[in-house]
T-cell receptor, first 116, second 115 residues
Framework: AQTVTQSQPEMSVQEAETVTLSCTYD???????LFWYKQPPSRQMILVIR??????QNATENRFSVNFQKAAKSFSLKISDSQLGDAAMYFC?????????????FGTGTLLAVQP | DARVTQTPRHKVTEMGQEVTMRCQPI?????VFWYRQTMMQGLELLAY????????DSGMPKDRFSAEMPDATLATLKIQPSEPRDSAVYFC?????????????FGPGTRLTVL
């Protein structure tokens, strides 16, 4: 069974600085997708970024980028120029690429605080 | 701006009562997921539909929970009878045709409190 591990329960960053959130996963599959979701206090789950495992190029969305290391099964999220609105719980998630199941497997989350 | 909608946003009920949560997926999406979020268990899948057919409901307590898709624009999750341990945030997500078919887009959630 696939698992997702986020080893940092909490992180803190100064406004305008850069922070990296860690995520590792375990799978025997070669075809899969990885995601980062943001959950602010409103509880809404917001997609931040997605990565296809067969693509070597790291995904980037504005100030958000990932460091995808397939061999190491690592998928970290870098937030550049942190803003107060980035404060939220961040979840790493895995989805099998096969057709059998499309469910997301989530990590336990990292709570990010942004200090002014 | 296409988005998943869920009603109600908040529900407080007493133990033993029936609870019905509704979800309207993004138009054109053919997969619908129900997740539950609790402090203890985190986010876990309850049920999942593709083209309105249930494909996986292994995460759902069958004796009290039921999930249906009466049509392509409505998914429902029912709990009968409800228990205090059902208190959680219930998310609906949709995905499928259009855009990245592998990506799930979440609704705002229903926060359920069972007294």
């Amino acid at each position: 069974a696939q698992t997702v591990t986020q080893s940092q329960p909490e992180m803190s960053v100064q406004e305008a600085e850069t922070v990296t959130l860690s995520c590792t996963y375990d799978t025997s599959e070669s075809d899969y997708y990885l995601f980062w979701y943001k959950q602010p206090p409103s509880r809404q789950m917001i997609l931040v970024i997605r990565q296809e495992a067969y693509k070597q190029q790291n995904a980037t969305e504005n100030r958000f980028s990932v460091n995808f290391q397939k061999a190491a099964k690592s998928f970290s999220l870098k937030i550049s120029d942190s803003q107060l609105g980035d404060a939220a719980m961040y979840f790493c998630a895995y989805r099998s690429g096969g057709g059998a199941t499309n469910k997301l497997i989530f990590g336990t989350g990292t709570l990010l605080a942004v200090q002014p | 701006d296409a988005r998943v909608t869920q009603t109600p946003r908040h529900k407080v009920t007493e133990m033993g009562q029936e609870v019905t949560m509704r979800c309207q997926p993004i138009l054109g999406h053919n997969t619908v997921f129900w997740y539950r979020q609790t402090m203890m268990q985190g986010l876990e899948l309850l049920a999942y539909f593709r083209n309105r057919a249930p494909l996986d409901d292994s995460g759902m307590p069958k004796d009290r929970f039921s999930a249906e898709m009466p049509d392509a624009t409505l998914a429902t999750l029912k709990i009968q009878p409800s228990e205090p341990r059902d208190s959680a945030v219930y998310f609906c997500a949709s995905g499928g045709r259009g855009g990245h078919t592998d990506t799930q887009y979440f609704g705002p959630g229903t926060r359920l409190t069972v007294l």
